[in-house]
């Protein structure tokens, strides 16, 4: 058993809080994402799993073992870093083998295990080259190397493929993936990126401020957000925003109002402000909303279209074939079953 449970985590640097009150659990074989804005206190949650960082209030378990007072190198985790921290004098078989040296692991196994995760992550070709003779994807896989010899009860993730361009990243992070199912070991995973958690994570934990927003699985958050941040955060194009109240049995926006779906009716009262979601996707042509073409962004299998109802902003997708041009005047349709509605003060999602 290898899942690992925050119970009331808290850390303070000085007076100041970064993480409040984290309470997670993290099941065995499972791959976690982290997500949230820079500065938000995922890397400290992680370096507080690794025994890298104090916990200072609550406490932190990997199986049944409370860990916060054990040294890293007793945690049985291995750890990934954006930087990939590999030695430059060493070759990359040397490098592989090092933790496993420093462990007392013995020869034929240390070989074994390298060669193998070699052959996993096919870097066999590279073991005699020294690091500056690798691209940046041949390193980071030879850190990702270095964590899988160690067999760890659990990976931790901080941000790998940052330092990747674009296209590896989109590679690296399938291969990761991949890998961690083949493993099967228990993942905790950082990204400030939601693509990245979204397609990555078994499930996503979203943060904000040291706080947990929302724990659920990529299609969790992205159909049910939990508060209006969450909604803004999880979904590209983000999903618009607009302020509207009940009046007259509508939602109703400075320029358009939408009828109330059944399911948020018991929840809202006439007269109430809300925050009005509206997903890219939800909106078509050949509605009754007029709206003037601002932006077309083309992107080859979808369309972009920035539009403007009166004095609402709206971004839609459209089908490439069917997209509008800048500066026409169209007629848009919301699909009012679709749409998410939050508490105006609260932020909350009353779905
Ligand atoms: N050693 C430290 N001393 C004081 N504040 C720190 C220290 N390390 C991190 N912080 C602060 O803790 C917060 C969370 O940081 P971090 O966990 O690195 O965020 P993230 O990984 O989500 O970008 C930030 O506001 C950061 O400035
Ligand atoms: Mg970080």
Redesign the pocket.
Same mark, same amino acid.
């Given at each position: 058993m290898a899942d690992v449970t925050f119970a009331a985590v808290g850390k303070k640097? @000085?007076d100041?809080s970064?993480?409040d009150d984290l309470n997670l659990h993290i099941d065995d074989g499972e791959l976690m994402v982290l997500v949230?804005?820079? @500065?938000?206190?995922?890397?400290?949650?992680?370096?507080m799993i690794a025994g890298l960082?104090e916990v200072t209030a609550g406490t932190i378990a990997i199986g049944d073992r409370v860990v916060n007072e054990l040294p890293p190198k007793d945690r049985d985790i291995a750890m990934v870093f954006q930087s990939y921290a590999l030695y430059p004098h060493m070759t990359v078989r040397e490098n592989l083998e090092f933790g496993l040296k420093m462990r007392g692991v013995a020869r034929d196994e240390t070989s074994r295990r390298v060669e193998s995760a070699a052959e996993i992550l096919g870097i066999s070709h590279l073991l005699a080259r020294k690091p500056r003779d690798l691209s940046g994807g041949q390193r980071q896989r030879v850190a990702v190397g270095r964590a899988i010899v160690r067999q760890p009860a659990v990976f931790l993730f901080?941000?790998p493929l940052s330092n990747l361009d674009a296209k590896l990243r989109v590679q690296t992070r399938a291969e990761i993936t991949k890998l961690q199912q083949t493993l099967g070991t228990t993942s905790v995973y950082?990204t400030?990126d939601q693509i990245e958690a979204m397609t990555m994570g078994h499930r996503i934990t979203v943060?904000r401020d040291?706080k947990i927003q929302q724990i659920g699985t990529p299609q969790e958050v992205y159909e049910q957000p939990a508060n209006v941040f969450v909604a803004q955060f999880i979904g590209t194009p983000p999903m618009n925003l607009l302020a509207a109240v009940v009046a007259d049995g509508m939602l109703r926006t400075s320029s358009f109002a939408l009828p109330i779906a059944a399911r948020f009716r018991d929840a809202l009262t006439e007269g109430q402000a809300i925050t009005l979601g509206i997903r890219p996707e939800h909106i078509s042509a050949n509605g009754t909303i007029n709206a003037v073409v601002d932006v077309v962004e083309p992107i080859g299998h979808e369309s972009i279209v920035y539009a403007s109802a009166g004095s609402e902003k709206l971004v839609a997708i459209f089908d490439p074939h069917l997209t509008p041009r800048a500066g026409e005047t169209i007629a848009l349709t919301i699909d009012a079953e679709k749409v998410h509605v939050f508490d105006a003060a609260t932020e909350r999602n009353l779905g």
């Amino acid at each position: 058993m290898a899942d690992v449970t925050f119970a009331a985590v808290g850390k303070k640097y @000085g007076d100041v809080s970064v993480i409040d009150d984290l309470n997670l659990h993290i099941d065995d074989g499972e791959l976690m994402v982290l997500v949230g804005p820079s @500065g938000c206190g995922k890397s400290t949650a992680l370096r507080m799993i690794a025994g890298l960082e104090e916990v200072t209030a609550g406490t932190i378990a990997i199986g049944d073992r409370v860990v916060n007072e054990l040294p890293p190198k007793d945690r049985d985790i291995a750890m990934v870093f954006q930087s990939y921290a590999l030695y430059p004098h060493m070759t990359v078989r040397e490098n592989l083998e090092f933790g496993l040296k420093m462990r007392g692991v013995a020869r034929d196994e240390t070989s074994r295990r390298v060669e193998s995760a070699a052959e996993i992550l096919g870097i066999s070709h590279l073991l005699a080259r020294k690091p500056r003779d690798l691209s940046g994807g041949q390193r980071q896989r030879v850190a990702v190397g270095r964590a899988i010899v160690r067999q760890p009860a659990v990976f931790l993730f901080d941000e790998p493929l940052s330092n990747l361009d674009a296209k590896l990243r989109v590679q690296t992070r399938a291969e990761i993936t991949k890998l961690q199912q083949t493993l099967g070991t228990t993942s905790v995973y950082v990204t400030h990126d939601q693509i990245e958690a979204m397609t990555m994570g078994h499930r996503i934990t979203v943060m904000r401020d040291g706080k947990i927003q929302q724990i659920g699985t990529p299609q969790e958050v992205y159909e049910q957000p939990a508060n209006v941040f969450v909604a803004q955060f999880i979904g590209t194009p983000p999903m618009n925003l607009l302020a509207a109240v009940v009046a007259d049995g509508m939602l109703r926006t400075s320029s358009f109002a939408l009828p109330i779906a059944a399911r948020f009716r018991d929840a809202l009262t006439e007269g109430q402000a809300i925050t009005l979601g509206i997903r890219p996707e939800h909106i078509s042509a050949n509605g009754t909303i007029n709206a003037v073409v601002d932006v077309v962004e083309p992107i080859g299998h979808e369309s972009i279209v920035y539009a403007s109802a009166g004095s609402e902003k709206l971004v839609a997708i459209f089908d490439p074939h069917l997209t509008p041009r800048a500066g026409e005047t169209i007629a848009l349709t919301i699909d009012a079953e679709k749409v998410h509605v939050f508490d105006a003060a609260t932020e909350r999602n009353l779905g």
